[in-house]
């Protein structure tokens, strides 16, 4: 029984040889299967409702991803509820305000980087994120987007911007190998599907489909069948189920890609917008994880107790010693898919990632 023990300790403590993968090999419930490849994707604008019920049977490809633990009813930021600040928190693990926020409120094409347009600048200090922490440690990274202000991450996190790599061998200081530009869904879909298939190396990926937040300005956000919002959201369940397809048909990503997904808002209030960020129409969004197959659908907030479950209508202050499970919680989902360590100076899920099965059970003795 020590043996095992001892075997067991061992092959931990050679897991865990970098410090960056220390944190998370030691937390007390099963670890999920470490992941070849992981898709972060943001669906802007999109609300919950629109992926549940009688609205989910019309998504395939949604109702695959909610094959695993997920949730219908994450948070955004508490104080802002628009798109770039959003997506900075998802790839910093931080809020937006704050002593520990990343501090990013423009939602806009940012200025230049000599301007002030990175993140860093808009702290007053460097902001690492999931980028930084895959990529010192040799993983291909991608930002594919459907609005030109996400080039805020490659100026923030490129050669010019990014932090020294200090974990041997040095990947240099551009954290994001790739940026993806498409104003179609099909097409950055395919963009997408066409660099995993080509990847020789592991991978994380950011991707974000716009077309719900699209038809909700234009439109206004009506989840009914025949709506044109709901019409965006089956048009981004289509290219899920390309990538999901991708995924099925090549062995070399088949069981070993897995997917995390969420929104930077809903949306409604006031009327084709969403900058309300008191009412629930906005401040609730989705939090998918796929584990690289159909499983059981797991209810993520059950097991993970630790964190706030607050009424559907009540929003949590940034300051709160106990926070809900928001979008934000990305960052450090992907990294620990990758059986990597968290975002230093992220607060959602670090340093306790968040769960992703119920607990292992205390062996007999
Ligand atoms: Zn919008």
Redesign the pocket.
């Known amino acids: 029984m020590f043996m095992t023990t001892l075997v067991a300790a061992m092959a931990l403590a050679a897991q865990s040889a970098s410090p960056t993968q220390a944190t998370h090999a030691t937390h007390a419930t099963q670890q999920p299967q470490q992941f070849e490849h992981v898709l972060v994707i943001s669906v ?2 999109l609300r919950p409702d629109a992926i549940d019920g009688e609205f989910l049977a019309k998504l395939p490809a949604f109702a695959r991803l909610e094959r695993g633990p997920h949730t219908l009813d994450a948070r955004n930021d508490p104080d802002i509820t ?2 770039l600040p959003n997506h900075i928190s998802m790839v910093t693990g931080r809020l937006v305000k704050g002593e520990r926020g990343h501090g990013w409120t423009i939602n806009d094409e940012p200025p230049g980087a000599k301007q002030g347009g990175t993140v860093h600048a808009a702290k007053g200090a460097y902001v690492s994120s999931m980028f930084d922490v895959a990529h010192d440690e040799g993983v291909s990274t991608c930002v594919a987007a459907m609005k030109t202000k996400f080039w805020t991450l490659i100026q923030s996190y490129s050669w010019t911007g990014g932090a020294a790599d200090t974990v041997a061998p040095d990947y240099g200081n551009a954290k994001i190998d790739a940026f993806l530009y498409e104003d179609n869904t099909e097409a950055l879909a395919g963009a997408v599907v066409d660099r995993l298939h080509r990847s020789k190396k592991r991978t994380l990926d950011f991707v974000h489909f716009a077309p719900p ?1 699209v038809a ?2 234009s439109f206004d956000w009506i989840v009914a069948p025949d709506s044109k919002y709901f019409e965006a959201v089956k048009e981004v369940d289509r290219g899920l189920g390309l990538i999901l397809s991708a995924i099925d048909s090549d062995p070399h990503l088949r069981d070993k890609t897995a997917i995390v997904l969420t929104a930077d ?1 809903g ?1 409604g209030v006031p009327r084709k ?2 900058t309300d960020n008191t009412c629930p129409l906005n401040f609730r969004v989705p939090l998918l994880v796929w584990l690289g197959s159909d499983s059981a659908s797991v209810d993520l907030l059950a097991i993970n107790p630790e964190r706030a479950h607050p009424a559907r209508d009540q929003n949590v202050g940034p300051d709160e010693a106990v926070q809900p499970i928001r979008n934000a919680d990305v960052a450090n989902v992907a990294l620990q898919l990758l059986h990597l360590g968290p975002v230093p100076g992220s607060i959602c899920g670090a340093p306790v990632p968040l769960h992703l099965a119920p607990p292992a059970s205390k062996p007999a003795g």
């Open positions: 802007d604008g628009v798109t937040d909700g300005h808002h949306g917008t969403h």
